[in-house]
Every structure is written in structure tokens, then in C-alpha cells.
């Protein structure tokens, strides 16, 4: 199995909008390191026979799979409904038209629901030929077992401020962004992980978003072998994260390879 990082940034990428020059706040991120840029957070999830599973649909999700390759999906995973991970829904009429059918959506019932509400055009049957908007067939799903493409998934709960958001795991690789605390069923879930992404906002307590502490003391709690974190914002500068980051814990990059 192969997973891509498409982006690893948070809600409002890095650099931000603005800074002094108007060409973007880095924060404390050094401007001339490559992987301090992150566009917001997606993966791409390829099984050993090649089917793709595309998680969340950001901003800059044609930009993202230009940037890796990746020229056909094969089914789509909503982590959450938040903007910076649905907003680029409707460049899906591309990845329709690269499989000559409609793809199918997993999520929650309630996540769907409130993506159909904003995009209500790519949720109507599909009149073919062609493709003139996206067009998907919703495959509602709930904490536990889930078959997609082929692949067997779990999914869990996780606490995302006021929100909750669905964590994954497929054998020994899970995936767990925009998340600030997991209970003890999410905790189940886990164990046995080998490999986990895992958001972290900033390197002190945020009322949404885990901390590198934190996510340290859950990847020691858990035994997971290499942590990988995502959904960055402009706190957490590639060469500090290099050298403060406990061992078995390191920053993702846009484009970053996964093979399991």
C-alpha cells in the first residue's frame, strides 16, 4: 500500500494570506525552506492492486494531483465537513470524467448531508454523457467496519473542538487529522498501528487542533512505531520540528511518499 501526503497545511495553508509584502505570513516558518509551503491537508490512499481512495477534496486539490501524478481516483473519503477539506469538490467532475462514471462518497450520514447541502448539483443522478459538473453517489458509513475499493477500513470518532471527525486505519497505517482529543474507543482503534498521521496545529494547546506534546505522549502511549504530523499551520517551522520533535515523530511535507 502506498499513501501520498497531497497537503499537509492547516485551514488557512502556509504561508497565509498577507505578510509584509502581501506574498504570505510564514509565521515563524523559514520562507526559504521548500517544505515549510503546505497546501491544506489530503491523502491519497492506493491499495496493492492500484484502486485509489482520495481523502478529503481541499482548496487545492487540482494543483495537488497534478503536483503527484495522480491521474485517476477511484473513490472519495470525507473526514469532516470544514471547509479547507470539501471546498475543492467541484473539480471532481475532472476525476468523473477520467473514470467515465460517478464516484462514490463515503462519510457520515451527517457530514454528507452538510456536504449535499452546499454542493446539492453533485448529488443529483448522473444524465449521461458527459460531465459537465461532478456527480457522486453517497456511501454512508458509521464508526466500525468499512469495505472501500477493496480495502478493509476502520473507522473511528475523534474530538475536533466542537466538532467530531472520522480517524481510518487500514492494517497497520491510520490517518487521523483535525483532532485535539481521542477517546478510549479512537484509543482501541489504534493500537497496533505501525505508521500514523496525525494533525498538529502548533506547538502550544489549541482548543481544536492536538500539539506536538500531546500527540508525543499518544504515539508513547500507543507504541506507534513513526508518527508523521499534519495539518501544520505557521508554528511549526521544518528545522525546529527537526530538531525539538521526539524520536519516532517528524512533519509531513506536500508530496511526502508513504509505502507500507
Known amino acids: 500500500m502506498r499513501v501520498l501526503i497531497l497537503g499537509c497545511g492547516g485551514s488557512a495553508g502556509v504561508p497565509m494570506l498577507g505578510g509584509p509584502d502581501?506574498?504570505?505570513?510564514?509565521?515563524?516558518?523559514?520562507?526559504?525552506?521548500?517544505?515549510?509551503?503546505?497546501?491544506r491537508s489530503s491523502i491519497v490512499i492506493e491499495s496493492d492492486e492500484g484502486r485509489r481512495v482520495l481523502v478529503d477534496t481541499g482548496p487545492e486539490m487540482r494543483q495537488q494531483l497534478?503536483?503527484?501524478g495522480i491521474g485517476r481516483i477511484d473513490a472519495l473519503f470525507y473526514t469532516h465537513a470544514h471547509a479547507d477539506h470539501?471546498?475543492?469538490?467541484?473539480?471532481?467532475?475532472?476525476l468523473n470524467r477520467l473514470v467515465g462514471r460517478p464516484l462514490d462518497v463515503f462519510g457520515t450520514?451527517?457530514?454528507?448531508?452538510?456536504?449535499?447541502?452546499?454542493?446539492?448539483?453533485?448529488f443529483r443522478p448522473w444524465s449521461p454523457p458527459g460531465f459537465y459538473r461532478p456527480v457522486l453517489v453517497p456511501r454512508p458509513v458509521t464508526p466500525g467496519r468499512a469495505d472501500i475499493e477493496g480495502m478493509r477500513f476502520a473507522l473511528?470518532?475523534?474530538?475536533?473542538?466542537?466538532?467530531?471527525?472520522?480517524?481510518?486505519?487500514?492494517?497497520?497505517?491510520?490517518?487521523?487529522?483535525d483532532v485535539m482529543e481521542l477517546d478510549e474507543p479512537a484509543l482501541q482503534a489504534l493500537r497496533g498501528v505501525d505508521t500514523w498521521v496525525v494533525g498538529c496545529f502548533q506547538r502550544a494547546p489549541h482548543p481544536a487542533h492536538a500539539h506536538p506534546t500531546l500527540v508525543a505522549q499518544w504515539a508513547w502511549r500507543l507504541g506507534i512505531r513513526r508518527t508523521i504530523l499534519t495539518h501544520m499551520?505557521?508554528?511549526?517551522?521544518?528545522?525546529?520540528?527537526?530538531?525539538?520533535?521526539?524520536?519516532?515523530?517528524?512533519?509531513?511535507?506536500?508530496?511526502?511518499?508513504?509505502?507500507l
Open 22 to 39: 502581501g506574498h504570505g505570513d510564514y509565521g515563524v516558518c523559514d520562507p526559504d525552506e521548500p517544505r515549510n509551503r503546505r497546501t
Open 66 to 68: 497534478l503536483a503527484c
Open 86 to 94: 470539501v471546498a475543492g469538490l467541484d473539480d471532481i467532475r475532472g
Open 109 to 122: 450520514r451527517a457530514v454528507l448531508g452538510e456536504i449535499e447541502g452546499r454542493f446539492a448539483y453533485a
Open 156 to 177: 473511528f470518532e475523534q474530538v475536533h473542538g466542537r466538532s467530531i471527525t472520522l480517524g481510518l486505519r487500514i492494517g497497520g497505517f491510520a490517518y487521523s487529522t
Open 233 to 259: 499551520g505557521t508554528d511549526l517551522d521544518w528545522g525546529w520540528m527537526a530538531s525539538n520533535l521526539q524520536p519516532g515523530v517528524e512533519a509531513a511535507f506536500d508530496g511526502m511518499q508513504i509505502r
